[in-house]
């Protein structure tokens, strides 16, 4: 029946839509949407075949929203608010993330009691942000812009939130964290790669820009700095070689990048994640490491030239311009101090204002991102959201009578800290649903979770040397 569904639905859209659905793009997007809804139907498949049923299916669906964002890679230049025009790929990553839902229906319709408790503990920061965001919609300059990454960011939240339940146990928690990372290789490999082998068709061919990632280095040189820590968190409890390499990814990436907020991010979370396990020495290993990459990147690459470009401008003392556009927007977020401009609204800032500094599409801080977007209601939210997960993993760093959970929640505190200094340079969270954001909104179930099983002690001691495999599906322990 459901075969014959499917060829009548092919019959029908290739009689109405035939013309266009030839098209080499348009023909991309089927073949990507094919593969993603094939990669889920295998994965559902898998799962009926275990106890964990549900487990790797909405693992696999967080996999699938991470990369969504680097499989229709995309720069849209919008030049007005209503009515834009916008990128065919921002259409063809919105089919990733409706597949998306389609799959996580599925696990809502095997589930239907996960729902509860999404206003309830820590999480309901979240959620009450989320919703806030969603209704703060109507305010925006582009409602139907606002109203889209709305949707992502309602999707990821009810994701993170059904994650709950398979997020019972260390092994489950380790095995989120590796598909995570393997996310993260796909955001970070991927866009090096096109910097490396594609020239830029917005930059001036003998700009410096044109010499370094032209695929938006502060970004790339954040999240690999971010899998470099999650590598290190994985590879203390389990001693797995594979880590290690995919840290050393991780690092030289995050350096020949050469984001500035994304190195300095890499830089005090790695110290900090050895000196909270009072490894002093890795901690001095770490610094030197870094800096010898870093010393060969300014010799070797054109990384040396943008840094002399950089201090010849003076820009330092500015954030690269970064506090005169928080100047220059504080007289607009006063203008709506409680409930701000609109989800994303940001987006339009230098649309509505021409003499935005450096015609800048967000605030290039986390924060203030959030004040004009959210206004103060949107913030304080926030604000707490960060509270909880900071305590919770602190509590847990302190307390555990437990080594791997002591790790994990080092590891997690370190992430939370390496997100937060690059959001304090770039809009890494409270607006668009993109990577970074989406797990920082994990870590508040993780930290939740990693202090809901310090205090209950399900877990026996383990030794430091059991290895986990990334995709074992042994059964989980209940909570």
């Not at 499917?6 to 109405?16: K, M």
């Not at 700095?225 to 995050?254: H, N, P, Q």
């Not at 110290?271 to 901690?283: C, E, I, N, S, T």
């Not at 990147?297 to 003076?314: G, R």
Request: charged share 10%; with cysteine.
């Amino acid at each position: 029946m459901l075969l014959a569904l499917c060829a009548l639905g092919t019959f029908v859209l290739f009689s109405a839509f035939g013309d266009y659905l030839i098209q080499p793009d348009s023909l991309v997007v089927i073949v990507v949407s094919l593969f993603f809804f094939a990669f889920m139907a295998i994965v559902a498949g898998y799962s009926r075949e275990h106890v964990d049923q549900s487990k790797w299916l909405t693992f696999a669906i967080w996999w699938g929203l991470l990369v969504s964002e680097e499989v229709f890679s995309y720069r849209s230049a919008l030049t007005k608010v209503s009515g834009a025009e916008f990128a065919s790929e921002a259409y063809a990553q919105a089919i990733l993330w409706v597949i998306a839902l389609g799959a996580l229906i599925i696990v809502l319709l095997k589930h239907p009691h996960d729902l509860q408790g999404m206003f309830q503990g820590d999480y309901k920061w979240v959620t009450w942000l989320t919703v806030v965001s969603i209704v703060s919609c109507v305010f925006s300059p582009n409602i139907a812009f606002s109203l889209a990454w709305a949707f992502k960011l309602g999707l990821v939240v009810l994701l993170v939130h059904l994650c709950t339940r398979q997020l019972a146990d260390v092994k489950s928690i380790r095995a989120f964290l590796g598909t995570t990372i393997g996310a993260l290789i796909v955001l970070t490999v991927i866009p090096t790669i096109r910097s490396l082998i594609e020239p830029d068709p917005l930059a001036d061919p003998t700009g410096e820009l044109q010499q370094r990632f032209h695929e938006g280095p502060t970004a790339i040189s954040g999240l690999a700095g971010l899998m470099l820590i999650l590598c290190l968190t994985l590879y203390s409890s389990s001693r797995r070689k594979y880590l290690l390499w995919i840290a050393a990814l991780g690092f030289v990436l995050m350096v020949m990048a050469g984001g500035k907020a994304g190195i300095a991010a890499g830089f005090v979370s790695g110290m900090l994640f050895y000196a909270l396990q009072k490894r002093f020495k890795a901690a001095v290993g770490f610094v030197a490491i870094l800096a010898l990459a870093f010393a060969l990147a300014l010799e070797f690459t054109p990384l040396s030239q943008y840094f002399a470009n950089y201090m010849k401008l003076e820009q330092f003392s500015s954030f690269t311009g970064r506090t005169d556009l928080w100047a220059f927007v504080m007289p607009f977020i006063l203008q709506k101090p409680i409930l701000g401009h609109g989800f994303n609204a940001s987006r339009f800032v230098a649309v509505i204002h021409p003499e935005t500094p450096f015609s800048s599409s967000h605030m290039h801080n986390s924060l203030v991102e959030v004040l004009y977007n959210n206004g103060l209601v949107g913030l304080v939210l926030l604000l707490m959201v960060l509270f909880v997960m900071g305590r919770n993993l602190w509590r847990t760093i302190e307390k555990s009578a437990s080594p791997e959970l002591r790790f994990l929640a080092v590891g997690c505190f370190a992430s939370l800290i390496n997100l937060f200094i690059n959001g304090m340079f770039n809009a890494t969270f409270g607006g668009r649903p993109d990577a970074s954001y989406m797990i920082l909104i994990a870590l508040v179930i993780i930290s939740t979770q990693l202090w809901r099983l310090s205090q209950v002690q399900v877990l026996a001691p383990i030794h430091v040397q059991h290895r986990i495999d990334i995709f074992d599906h042994s059964p989980a322990l209940a909570p």
